[in-house]
Nanobody, 124 residues
Framework: QVQLVESGGGLVQAGGSLRLSCAASGVDFNRCAMAWFRQAPGKEREFVAAISGTGISTSYADSVKGRFTISRDNAKNTVYLQMNSLKPEDTAVYYC?????????????????WGQGTQVTVSS
């Protein structure tokens, strides 16, 4: 059974930082592209960042480029999202997703497995 468990969310002031973690089990992690998506109240789920199975290739939404960094530790079956210079518009539930393929997609429909989400709230 595949499980993705996110952690690290919370309340932070604008300009602050958070690091999200997503621990995977029940899946061949090295062969999975991983991604972070987020969903704010009343909005559709949107792509945030993705990383290939090897970790060599990454992609970011324009809204987070230069502020967020996605990384992975294949020895720990964990993917991270370092979020700096947070803004109130970053407030959302953040979801980790896994795709059993070496390369990522920006489309949430391409991902087979999802975590339960972790709330990030940025106050102004």
């Amino acid at each position: 059974q595949v499980q993705l468990v996110e952690s690290g969310g919370g309340l932070v002031q604008a300009g602050g930082s958070l690091r999200l973690s997503c621990a995977a089990s029940g899946v061949d992690f090295n062969r999975c592209a991983m991604a972070w998506f987020r969903q704010a109240p009343g909005k559709e789920r949107e792509f945030v960042a993705a990383i290939s199975g090897t970790g060599i290739s990454t992609s970011y939404a324009d809204s987070v480029k230069g502020r967020f960094t996605i990384s992975r530790d294949n020895a720990k079956n964990t993917v991270y999202l370092q979020m700096n210079s947070l803004k109130p518009e970053d407030t959302a539930v953040y979801y980790c997703a896994a795709r059993p393929a070496s390369f990522y997609s920006l489309d949430p429909k391409a991902y087979d497995y999802w975590g339960q989400g972790t709330q990030v709230t940025v106050s102004s």
